[in-house]
């Protein structure tokens, strides 16, 4: 197998998963999903990883799956491999958190990738689109569903049918984004985050994360009595106990999970 195309940094318990194709743009080909999969179900399995940021470098977040990889592939043969779904779902399946911070573009499956995650920070610099169209396809990975949602239909329309890209002050406008910062500061504010994060219950974390991800999937009855059931249930935890009486007893809380 040829160089690995991702790198991991870890900051204690955040770990940082570089997307590393610097030469086409992050172009998300089958060894890199690959290895983003393996690393990701890694980090789910490690109980020191509280929480993951997925990344790329200033110019890419990832300009999509790699044309030049699938151009010639047929159909029965990516509905036969499962393409896409095999690899990349894993960022939608995981119970940890993951922060997209995403610079320069985040194109087709790069903006699809990121919207798989939790919430996503943008570089001043960032660009987003889904220009599937141009290029003679539609969004594969998820990108007529969670942009829909995310965006509403008039933009997300507007988005995939002109296939033009979208910057940062417009991603955050329409809510794609939950907040831009500088470029040469993304990283330091993702990881901040993560820290913060990382420090809560990572009870709570998991199921607000399962709650929030449950308004996608349900009515607004049947997912305010999930969260109300999930509620309840954190009362048989031992962070509940610590996070409430820190909060009486003035000091800050211990979670141990
Ligand atoms: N796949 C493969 N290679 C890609 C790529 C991609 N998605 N995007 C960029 N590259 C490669 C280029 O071919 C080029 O390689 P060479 O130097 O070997 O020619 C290198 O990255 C640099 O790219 P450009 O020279 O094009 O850089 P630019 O600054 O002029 O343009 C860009 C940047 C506007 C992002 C342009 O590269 C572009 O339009 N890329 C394709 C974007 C796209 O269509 N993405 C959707 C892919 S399909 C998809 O994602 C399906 C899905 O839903 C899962």
Known sequence: ???????????????CLKLNRPEALNALNNQMMGEVKEALEDFERDDVVKVI???????????????????????????????????WEMAA???????????????????????????????????FGQPELTIGVIPGAGGTQRLT??????????????????NADEAERCGLVSRIVPTADLLT??????????????????????????????????????????????FGTRDQKEGMSAFIEKRPAEFKD
């Open 53 to 87: 940021i997925l990344t790329g470098n200033d110019k890419a977040f990832a300009a999509g799956a790699d044309i030049k990889e699938i151009a010639d592939k047929k159909h029965f043969e990516l509905y036969d491999r499962d393409f896409i779904q095999e690899r």
């Open 149 to 166: 949602r995310f965006v509403g239909k008039s933009k997300a329309m507007d988005m995939i049918l002109t296939g033009r890209m979208m």
């Open 189 to 234: 504010e993702a990881i901040n985050d993560a820290q913060k994060i990382a420090k809560l219950s990572q009870a709570s974390v998991k199921l607000a994360k399962e709650c929030v991800n449950e308004a996608y999937e349900s009515t607004l009855d049947a997912g305010v009595r999930f969260e109300r059931r999930v509620f309840h249930s954190l």
């Open 1 to 15: 197998m040829s160089q690995s195309s991702i790198i991991i940094e870890k900051h204690d318990e955040v770990v």
């Open 93 to 127: 399946r995981c119970k940890k958190p993951i922060i997209a911070a995403v610079s320069g573009y985040a194109l087709g499956g790069g903006c699809e990738l990121a919207m798989m995650c939790d919430y996503i920070i943008a570089a001043d610099n960032a660009k």
